[in-house]
């Protein structure tokens, strides 16, 4: 039982980043315009195609997100029943920092889960030669972020036991 839920975990870990990838897909919207300038003054734009997919990346992202925080809760759970409650903070941690670092290996890198197995020498090698200052800070701020998100929802879970 403990072989086969650790081998489930592994593979989940694997995935996982994929859910917290998707707050990246704000990057298709930087080329928009939100706002005009028109005599002189700032005003938004009115055109409803820009809103609906403003409107619509959000609604997947933030779905993405739920889900994905949704899970590391119940993981997050597994490991308060097996360790002390901070060995399991600290394993939330871990797999977020990890999440942080896949993010940043698919936005820059361009590597994906798939490598794992499709490539997996290609992998380690690209993983090794991305070891670098701004890798470690891009994780670290997605991991921050990630955690006070998570913070947020785990508290916002816990307000009846208050």
């Not at 005003?43 to 820009?50: R, S, T, V, Y």
């Not at 670098?132 to 036991?161: A, G, P, R």
Request: glycine residues 6%; positive net charge.
């Amino acid at each position: 039982k403990a072989l086969t839920l650790t081998l489930l975990g592994g593979i989940w870990l694997f995935f996982y980043p994929n859910t917290l990838y998707m707050i990246k897909d704000y990057i298709h919207l930087t080329g928009r315009k939100f706002y005009l300038y028109q005599n002189g003054r700032i005003i938004f734009n009115k055109n409803l195609l820009l809103w609906y997919d403003f409107i619509m990346n959000s609604l997947f992202i933030f779905t993405g997100l739920f889900v994905g925080f949704v899970s590391l809760y119940l993981i997050h759970q597994l490991l308060v029943k097996k360790y002390k409650k901070g060995i399991s903070w600290s394993g939330v941690a871990v797999i977020l920092f990890l999440s942080s670092f896949g993010i940043y290996l698919g936005r820059f890198i361009r590597l994906n889960t798939w490598h794992i197995v499709s490539n997996p020498l290609m992998l380690m090698k690209n993983v090794m030669n991305s070891l670098q200052c701004h890798t470690l800070i891009f994780t670290s701020m997605f991991t921050l972020f990630f955690l006070m998100i998570y913070f947020f929802l785990y508290y916002l879970t816990k307000l009846n036991e208050h």
